[in-house]
Nanobody
């Protein structure tokens, strides 16, 4: 059964950094897109970054461009989201999911993980 599991969320001060991990099981990343999504309290889930696991093409939302970096380690079946210069508005649950196209639209994705909580606060 295809499954994605996120980890790495934590409480961090503004300006700090975190690295989130998304581990795939039950399938090989191969030539898919893995996306990271952010859901702030009371708001809809929005795509922040995605990567083609074959080739490495990436896409970022304007809100995280220059601060977040998505990468993959196909040998470990894992996609990472390096989050730098964190802001309070980055607070929320971060999810990963898989798609067949390079997109930040949540409707293109399936096999959502359970999410990991990131809190940016002093």
């Amino acid at each position: 059964q295809a499954q994605l599991v996120e980890s790495g969320g934590d409480l961090v001060q503004p300006g700090g950094s975190l690295r989130l991990s998304c581990v795939a099981s039950g399938f090989s990343l191969g030539y898919f897109t893995i996306g990271w999504f952010h859901q702030a309290p009371g708001k809809e889930r929005e795509g922040v970054a995605c990567i083609r696991t074959g080739g490495g093409a990436t896409l970022y939302s304007d809100s995280v461009k220059g601060r977040f970096t998505i990468s993959r380690d196909n040998a470990k079946n894992t996609v990472y989201l390096q989050m730098n210069s964190l802001k309070p508005e980055d607070t929320g649950v971060y999810y990963c999911a898989v798609a067949h196209v390079l997109s930040l639209g949540s409707t293109d994705y399936a096999n959502w993980g359970q999410g990991t909580q990131v809190t940016v606060s002093s």
